[in-house]
């Protein structure tokens, strides 16, 4: 099976090389599970973007009203939730809960992080609600790439 890399100067996710000699496709997967958290509307929004955070920077706090799945093209991620911290790195892939206050944080001082996000939300609600300031104060553990 094929696999990627991750150059370790620019923390980005490397794809050349996928593909051996005169092979004409293929398909890397990076994820495969069953997922129960879709809506069960008739129909459902849709949206793929893409995102980058400056090094040292943070997201706002906010909650996802629907499944999404992110997965990080360059850099270092950590998410951070009550009583918890997650840590991603370049060619990880990785879903967040619906209706969790969270915000993304950048850990690394130079590299800016990429992403991109596969959204799935009923069609009457926006895919993310901003939140305020949590009562509680984040997790500051070390992302274990930067230890």
């Given at each position: 099976?094929?696999?990627?890399?991750?150059?370790?100067?620019?923390?980005?996710?490397?794809?050349?090389?996928?593909?051996?000699?005169?092979?004409?496709?293929?398909?890397?997967?990076?994820?495969?599970?069953?997922?129960?958290?879709?809506?069960?509307?008739?129909?459902?929004?849709?949206?793929?973007?893409?995102?980058?955070?400056?090094?040292?920077?943070?997201?706002?706090?906010?909650?996802?009203?629907?499944?999404?799945?992110?997965?990080?093209?360059r850099g270092l991620v950590s998410l951070?939730?009550?009583?918890?911290?997650?840590?991603?790195?370049?060619?990880?892939?990785?879903?967040?809960?619906?209706?969790?206050?969270?915000?993304?944080?950048?850990?690394?001082?130079?590299?800016?992080?990429?992403?991109?996000?596969?959204?799935?939300?009923?069609?009457?609600?926006?895919?993310?609600?901003?939140?305020?300031?949590?009562?509680?104060?984040?997790?500051?553990?070390?992302?274990?790439?930067?230890?």
């Amino acid at each position: 099976m094929s696999s990627f890399s991750v150059d370790a100067g620019t923390l980005t996710l490397q794809t050349i090389g996928l593909l051996s000699k005169g092979q004409p496709h293929i398909r890397q997967i990076l994820l495969d599970e069953v997922e129960a958290r879709l809506p069960r509307d008739p129909a459902a929004r849709v949206n793929i973007q893409l995102s980058e955070l400056n090094p040292g920077r943070t997201a706002t706090w906010h909650v996802h009203n629907g499944v999404v799945y992110f997965v990080v093209l360059r850099g270092l991620v950590s998410l951070q939730y009550e009583g918890r911290t997650e840590h991603y790195s370049a060619g990880d892939v990785y879903t967040e809960p619906i209706g969790v206050v969270h915000r993304a944080l950048n850990p690394h001082p130079e590299i800016p992080a990429s992403f991109i996000g596969f959204w799935v939300t009923a069609s009457d609600r926006p895919h993310i609600t901003e939140a305020g300031e949590p009562g509680w104060s984040p997790v500051g553990d070390t992302h274990p790439s930067l230890a």
